[in-house]
């Protein structure tokens, strides 16, 4: 299996930015589509990014899309969440999932339900 580990999250205030990274060890990382999800306090976990195995394929959230960008680095076994303009409603634990695909380079996954592997996740809270 794969662990992945989160970091980056912090203190910002609201139209700043942040980059998130997850750094990811165990197994082939260019074998695994990846997703940033969030959970605020007394909220559902939902949804953010995701990509796939090549970097190819991307999602984003409604909420993020134009703001957020996920993008990933193969050969460092990394992936990353770089985030613009954050406003105090994106103050949530982020976490980091991965999914074993071999289904092709383009898919990627969106439902929180389809990673098997997670991390601890990182706060991150934007402030006004």
């Known amino acids: 299996q794969v662990q992945v580990v989160e970091s980056g999250g912090g203190l910002v205030q609201a139209g700043g930015s942040l980059r998130l990274s997850c750094a990811a060890s165990g197994r082939i990382f260019s074998n695994y589509a990846m997703g940033w999800f969030r959970q605020a306090p007394g909220k559902e976990r939902e949804f953010v990014a995701a990509i796939s195995r090549s970097g190819g394929g991307t999602s984003y959230a409604d909420s993020v899309k134009g703001r957020f960008t996920i993008s990933r680095d193969n050969a460092k076994n990394t992936v990353y969440l770089q985030m613009y303009s954050l406003k105090p409603e994106d103050t949530a634990v982020y976490y980091c999932?991965?999914?074993?695909?071999?289904?092709?380079?383009?898919?990627?996954?969106?439902?929180?339900?389809?990673?098997?592997?997670w991390g601890q996740g990182t706060q991150v809270t934007v402030y006004s």
């Open positions: 999932a991965a999914k074993y695909d071999n289904y092709g380079t383009l898919r990627y996954y969106t439902r929180g339900y389809e990673y098997p592997y």
